[in-house]
């Protein structure tokens, strides 16, 4: 279930669901410790004249939007029969953990009736239902929920009335599917305690006048104990919740509108779309540096995970855009949390938790019965490439200097020796996909990148020895990249080699080359971003002009974009398109036709699939991962940061193009 609406401050992070139910709610750390989880369910329902509906039973007319400006939810909730409008406006506090919901109830009818608001709350702390106690406070007059270091408390207030009853209970065992069902008859039973897999329900209740609307004030404070939780309630009522969404709506508005971009030629939903990946990326990113791929716990990766934790790809691609974006204090925390994992032998693992331990990964140690790295070395150069990048903007000298030994040094080092004797290519490891192991075009030329910065560095530095040797192991990858994996035949990259060694007659150990001539966008783009081969040429206009060719979704019937690969199988919608269409690589597309133009005509390209990203977005601006090919609904992880990365790349790409051309003089305030 893709996640219309995410809400965060660095240490906690809110998803809402297309029916404005929080579905996901981290805390300590974003990305770590989901407190709600993919089957648990949070529920907003509505009594009036006797009848009871929730929000998510099919019975609700629903818009769900992300405010343009802010980190803030705008919710239209209407039901004709019960003559009842719900308007949300809900924050993640930027100062405290706390999630507050700011709703007007309106009485559509023209008479007198008494309507009544329910919030069920279902938890599962620390990722467990067991040992969970939910509890009443008659001093606080609130809901607690609590187990060891995790205490999350719900209250709420009505027009500044205190709320009407409550109930505690259990679900999924005994029988009981929850004490949400309790509220159905528009009564709660007001049981004080539970424990267990154990859930809660508050109510709010009042008497409407024919057209009265009333707001009501409901927040959840999240802590390591329950004074401080009590403390985080108490100072709700004393600054009052309505203040304290009026300064988060200021704080996000300053936030992202600290630097005025221009958007020539692109539809307001363009501009719209970039301040809201800004805004996405950083409630994605924690306050230590750690920026995760998704907070969308609806999708279990390959049945068996979520994407809740740092890809340093993903992570790396993120930090251009915020670097290029000019959130430099940002991107500089993202390579304190780099410089804090890499290992000893100065390589990235698969991915990491957001508190820097390792992640899960499918990757083995061993390979036929041999020791391998369970690596995507590309993820290692992609640092690299992404800190000189930083300091391009930064100018951070300091920073540089004293990450040069613990970061650029071992990872320049790594990268350089670890080399295929056969080829002089970077030696075998896993693609950026995560699925195919060898030796990738992609992967190659992130590295050759990887230690052109490195170089960078060391001539800055002063490093000399370093900086040759570095130089002339990019000259030689470079060099290899274009004798190995460019297929002359079909004008394109090959995807992949494998070396293998066969014994001739004469027992000598001859090497046997396979090639993957699969058509995948990663390669050609991997030319172009690394800047292997200039933009004009030839070979790298056949390669990404039949890349286009092979990948773009154009059926009838298809909604367009771009495919990874030929026959990319990873939840294929249809037989009849070579893959899904991606954000990321129609993107990847635009960014390329973007350095290419020579004039105000030639960006035409690239703003029509800047439109298109902007049109296939969630209502609110969420963007997928991943799109159905005919119906354009959301596949996979929603939202995927590294989509809004590359969505924010993109238009800085074209900003900058637009005032090289001279056709405006201050698109992008970075330059």
Not at 91 to 108: P, Q, T, W
């Amino acid at each position: 279930m893709a996640r219309s609406i995410i809400l965060g401050n660095g240490n906690m992070l809110v998803g809402l669901d297309e029916w404005a139910n929080v579905r996901d709610l981290y805390f300590p750390m974003v990305g770590l410790e989901n407190h709600v989880g993919e089957h648990m369910r949070h529920r907003i329902g509505v009594w009036a004249d006797g009848k009871f509906s929730w929000l998510h039973d099919g019975t609700w007319t629903i818009k769900t939007h992300l405010e343009d400006a802010a980190l803030e939810s705008s919710i239209e909730a209407t039901h004709a029969e019960l003559g009842v409008s719900l308007f949300f406006h809900d924050v993640v506090y930027n100062e405290k953990n706390i999630f507050i919901r700011a709703v007007e109830v309106n009485n559509l009818a023209d008479q007198k009736r008494s309507i009544r608001v329910f919030f069920a709350h279902e938890f599962e702390l620390y990722s467990s239902s067991t040992a969970h106690t939910a509890y009443y406070d008659p001093i606080q007059k609130a809901l607690i929920h609590y187990k060891v270091r995790r205490v999350l408390l719900a209250n709420a207030r009505i027009d500044g009335q205190m709320w009407s009853e409550y109930t505690t209970g259990v679900f999924g065992i005994e029988g009981k599917e929850g004490s949400f069902r309790d509220a159905e008859d528009g009564q709660l039973s007001g049981n004080p305690i539970e424990h267990g897999p154990a859930d809660s329900v508050l109510g709010l209740y009042a008497d409407y006048a024919p057209g009265e609307q009333k707001t009501i004030h409901y927040w959840i404070v999240a802590a390591k104990d329950i004074e401080r939780a009590i403390e985080l309630n108490n100072l709700v009522l004393e600054k009052k919740p309505e203040h304290m969404v009026l300064s988060t709506r200021n704080f996000w508005k300053s936030w992202v509108e600290k630097r005025t971009f221009h958007f020539p030629n692109l539809d307001p939903s363009c501009g719209r779309l970039f301040q809201k990946s800004l805004l996405l990326i950083r409630a994605h990113t924690n306050n230590n540096g750690a920026v995760i791929a998704s907070s969308d716990s609806g999708m279990l990766q390959k049945g068996k995970d979520t994407y809740a934790y740092v890809w340093p790809r993903d992570a790396a691609f993120v930090a251009l855009a915020m670097s290029g974006s000019g959130y430099l204090s940002i991107t500089k925390e993202f390579f304190s949390f780099c410089k804090e994992t890499i290992s000893p032998m100065g390589y990235f693992m698969h991915k990491y938790n957001p508190d820097g331990s390792l992640g899960s990964s499918w990757h083995p140690w061993v390979r036929n019965g041999k020791f391998q790295l369970p690596i995507q070395k590309d993820e290692t150069a992609l640092v690299l490439f992404s800190f000189w990048k930083f300091y391009q903007f930064s100018k951070d000298l300091e920073l540089v200097e004293r990450f040069y030994d613990s970061l650029i040094f071992k990872t320049a080092e790594f990268l350089s020796e670890y080399k295929d004797g056969c080829t002089n290519l970077p030696a075998p490891s896993y693609d950026l996909w995560e699925e195919r192991f060898g030796m990738h075009t992609f992967t190659s030329a992130a590295i050759y990148a990887g230690l052109k910065a490195a170089e960078n560095f060391a001539l800055l530095l002063g490093k000399d020895d370093e900086r040759k040797r570095w130089h002339d192991r990019a000259c030689e990858i470079r060099e290899a990249i274009l004798k190995h994996l460019y297929n002359e035949k079909t004008g394109t990259f090959y995807r992949s080699i494998n070396v293998s060694y066969e014994k001739s007659d004469l027992r000598l150990e001859h090497p046997k080359i396979e090639r993957d001539e699969t058509i995948d966008i990663s390669s050609a783009y991997g030319i172009y971003l690394f800047e292997v081969l200039n933009v004009n040429d030839p070979r790298l206009t056949s390669a990404m002009e039949k890349t286009k060719a092979a990948l773009e979704c154009k059926e009838k019937g298809t909604v367009g974009g771009l495919a990874r690969y030929e026959e990319d199988q990873y939840h294929r919608a249809s037989p009849y398109v070579p893959g899904n269409p991606w954000f990321i690589t129609t993107l990847w597309y635009a960014q390329y036709t973007i350095a290419r133009a020579k004039n105000a005509k030639d960006l035409e390209e690239a703003v029509k699939w800047l439109h298109w990203a902007a049109d296939h977005a969630e209502s609110s601006g969420v963007m997928a991962e991943q799109l159905h090919p005919y119906t354009g609904a959301a596949i996979s992880a929603t939202p995927l940061t590294w989509s809004h990365a590359e969505y924010v790349r993109t238009v800085l790409e074209y900003l900058n193009k637009m005032e090289e051309l001279g056709l405006c003089a201050d698109c992008n305030p970075n330059n």
